[in-house]
């Protein structure tokens, strides 16, 4: 196990539904914050924002299956991303916890979308960073998440960078290979040039992912359209397909807890122009054969999450959206300004 940083411990749980590793601050005290961390990551990620937490609160970060320290058990990716939810709920109902201010950073901010769909009572707030579209990744034209075809083509397991899943898979944790888990880290996850101190940490976990169909990345089906894939049924990145992921019906929910959006300019994960979006690449010239902006434009993914929390405020609910001067993880690169903005949130 990595060392931890002072104050913090990490414990095991049997759920019902998955045997679930998370790290705590200590506290019992005060209303409970739940960080939920995003793809090829884990709840170290979590650590400086955990013990950031002020007093009349106490928090937690557990490991979704396939990640960390929690069991690797498959995922079923035609539920979304229920499975990863639903065993967030199974753990709450076991800790007897039965309200709960929600954080989830990119995957993460789906998962808890989703259980805030499911169990909308959970929820005190809800706090997304850089969170993938409420539409999923990949395969989808405007704000309103339009599809672009029935095969979700370019979406899926298949996306994957094969150089990264097999860096990840052989526990590359070194900077030789332009596709190795620290290069991602420092090239995509953060901006600005920005070297985190727990660097050795981060690639320590994302190095736990489990690697297969069943987890990351996913398997994949054969399409006629271009790129000539579309997601199959297994897997991380199959479950943000547009078909299996659609969380805009939070707009119609009776009850809306306030929503606070932190996002990085310069994200290249999760942006309207994704680096990790198939179709930017094939208008990039990366990937050859695009058929152009008609067929396969890129997906507006930040548009997409404004214009739901934009019909979310029309329909009743509040939400802040807070843009710093970061990458994907501006929870980590802004940590100071995150941490007063989740704060000022927390407190409503």
């Not at 320290?69 to 229920?82: K, N």
């Not at 987890?215 to 399409?223: H, I, M």
Request: proline fraction near 7%; charged fraction near 20%; hydrophobic fraction near 40%.
């Amino acid at each position: 196990m990595t060392d931890l940083l002072p104050g913090l411990t990490e414990d095991h749980l049997d759920a019902p539904r998955l045997r679930t590793a998370l790290l705590s601050d200590g506290r019992v005290d005060g209303e409970l914050v739940v960080f939920v961390h995003g793809n090829v990551s884990s709840s170290l990620f979590f650590q400086q924002a955990l013990l950031a937490l002020p007093e009349g609160f106490h928090g937690i970060a557990p490991d979704l299956r396939g990640f960390g320290a929690s069991e690797v058990a498959p995922v079923d990716a035609t539920r979304g991303l229920r499975d990863f939810s639903d065993d967030l709920l199974s753990l709450l109902d076991t800790l007897g916890e039965d309200r709960a201010h929600l954080v989830g950073w990119s995957m993460g901010g789906g998962v808890v979308t989703q259980l805030l769909l499911d169990r909308p009572a959970l929820v005190s707030s809800l706090t997304l960073i850089s969170p993938v579209s409420p539409y999923g990744f990949g395969a989808t034209r405007g704000s309103d998440g339009e599809r672009l075809g029935p095969d979700d083509q370019g979406a899926g397991g298949a996306g994957a960078n094969p150089e990264f899943v097999e860096a990840l898979q052989v526990h590359d944790a070194t900077d030789t290979q332009p596709n190795s888990p620290r290069n991602v880290l420092n090239a995509f996850y953060f901006a600005n040039g920005f070297r985190s101190p727990l660097e050795d940490v981060f690639v320590a976990s994302m190095l736990t992912t489990a690697i297969g169909d069943d987890n990351y990345p996913g398997d994949s089906v054969q399409c006629d359209p271009w790129p000539g894939f579309g997601p199959g049924r297994r897997g991380v990145l199959n479950t943000m397909a547009p078909a299996n992921h659609n969380v805009s019906a939070v707009v119609d929910l009776a009850t809306k807890p306030r929503v606070l959006w932190v996002r990085g300019d310069k994200d290249l994960i999760v942006s309207d122009a994704s680096v990790f979006d198939l179709a930017t690449l094939g208008q990039m010239g990366a990937i050859p054969g695009w058929p152009g902006e008609e067929v396969a434009p890129p997906q507006p993914m930040v548009s997409q999450t404004r214009a739901v929390l934009d019909a979310y405020s029309a329909a009743g609910g509040r939400y802040t959206e807070l843009t710093l001067d970061a990458g994907h993880s501006p929870h980590i690169e802004r940590a100071e300004e995150f941490h007063d903005a989740l704060v000022a949130h927390l407190h409503g």
